[in-house]
């Protein structure tokens, strides 16, 4: 099964930026739905930014406009491109995988198997 690792993850003043990586291994991420979830303290894990093996991506309303989902097959890697930061954007995020067939959506934690061990992002 494919492994996660995240990276890029920091301190940054409101309104800059910063990019998520998340490199897979084990499994070719090309037969995966692949997605950003984020997470603070007491609160449930809430999905941000998804893309399908398709190049689909869709985006939680908070960070649409500000967050960009892409992905390199070549280096079996995705990335978040965070922009215009804010202080609400400050959580741990995850990168997540699980295979998905064309057509296939995966949108919420529990369709989801495989997990990074997060990445720290703090707006302030």
């Known amino acids: 099964h494919v492994q996660l690792v995240e990276s890029g993850g920091g301190s940054v003043q409101v309104g800059g930026s910063l990019r998520l990586s998340c490199v897979a291994s084990g499994d070719t991420i090309s037969r995966y739905c692949m997605g950003w979830f984020r997470q603070i303290p007491d609160k449930e894990r809430e999905g941000v930014a998804f893309?399908?093996?398709?190049?689909?991506?869709t985006y939680t309303d908070s960070v649409k406009g500000r967050f960009t989902i892409s992905q390199d097959n070549a280096v079996n890697t995705i990335y978040q491109q965070m922009d215009n930061l804010k202080r609400e954007d400050t959580a741990m995020y995850y990168c997540a995988a699980d295979f998905c067939a064309v057509g296939w959506v995966r949108r919420t934690v529990e369709s989801y198997n495989y997990w990074g061990q997060g990445t720290q992002v703090t707006v302030s």
């Open positions: 893309i399908d093996p398709g190049g689909e991506s």
